[in-house]
């Protein structure tokens, strides 16, 4: 028989104090701890108007089982990684997205949940027991961080917060022994890859490595959720940097001016479309484009729009009265994506290209 303490952490200022005396003299878990707070507490600085979108999404994290251990009076703790369920949690996600820095801000809110039998022969409190029950509602902040503005790139987050758990031991006489619901601390860090499906639409896969208190079963097994385990997320956004909020009055007006412009110049260029299959591909790509924004597809604008540039002939005519314009609607879809660096560069090449062109200058200056 064991003497415990029931430890409780009801504030994140009682996070580290509250670990076991061993964990809170360690020189390992200050630091992270101090580490992910700091990251947690920079998100109060950013600017409100680089947030542009809402983020939601639903998970599904598991592990691979490993098989719970014959209990007596030698085991003092059970691993969520050596529980039977494959599935352990899932969990919906709420927050905000800056596209601009490649940064969510998130609400992780889940049900995580843990059952299955006992090894015969096992014993709690000097009674045989026959099965284990855990259910864990997990709550925290965090970030989500996808540099780079490719269909594929990397993942990482960072987690803070708590669970309200309970876990209970049943004895054949379906007498439990019970931890009682307590609020426990955990850190939870992953990385993995992020796919864009839709433009509103994202796909995550991750590995995702997590610490949190144990839950004290007084006169039994302690049972641990830390541990690492592997998920999948599907990830719905509303909103996005809008290029068009972008411009004033003026520049509107003047937005107009060029795609009309364009639109006439494509057809003038119609009769010897036939002579240069180059040309054609590149015009055929361009108007592709041009549909595609009007869907609000703008991953598969931008990749047309790049491709129709890279066609375009070098004479100074198709150049000036082509290029600079499609450069200018290809910075605009770069805007809608976050990619405001290279938007910046496609709208500097269309103004090396057509210094007058007024519409490159107005966006340019408002980025």
Known sequence: MFERRTRRCFDLAALVPSLSDDLCESMVMRPISLFCLSCIFASTSIDAKEIDRLVFSIEAIGHSPAGV?????????????????FLHEIALVYGVGMTHLHTDIILHIGYRFASGNLPEGSVVHNEPASTYGLSAVPMSVGLRLTP???????????????????????????????????????????AGV??????????QAFVEGRWTQDLVVEHGPNFDTSGIGFGLSIV?????????????????????????????????????????????RA????????????????????????????????????QRNV????????????????R??????????????APDLEVARLLLERL
């Open 194 to 203: 992020h796919v864009d499906v839709w433009q509103w639409l994202s796909a």
């Open 148 to 190: 780079f503005s490719f269909r594929v790139r990397p993942m990482l987050g960072l987690d803070l917060g708590g669970a309200v758990a309970n876990v209970t031991y049943v004895r054949p006489d379906n007498a439990p022994q019970e931890s009682g619901w307590s609020l426990i601390g955990e850190i939870r860090g992953r």
């Open 340 to 353: 405001r660096d290279d938007a910046r560069a496609a709208l500097l090449k269309a103004l090396e290209i």
């Open 69 to 85: 251990p014959k209990l007596d009076s030698s085991v003092e703790r059970i691993a969520l990684g050596q529980a039977q369920p």
């Open 283 to 318: 015009f055929e790509l361009i108007r592709k484009a041009d549909d595609l924004v009007k869907r609000k597809d703008y991953l598969g604008a931008e990749d047309s729009y790049r491709r129709g540039l890279e066609l375009i002939p070098l004479d100074a005519q198709a």
């Open 236 to 280: 719905g956004h509303t909103g996005g940097p809008e290029a068009e909020s972008l411009f004033t009055p003026a520049a509107r007006a003047s937005a107009r001016d060029e795609s009309e412009s364009k639109d006439g110049l494509l057809r003038e260029y119609d009769p010897d479309i036939a002579k240069d299959s180059r040309l054609e």
């Open 323 to 338: 290029s600079a314009p499609v450069h200018v609607d290809w910075a605009k879809t770069l805007i809608h994506l976050g």
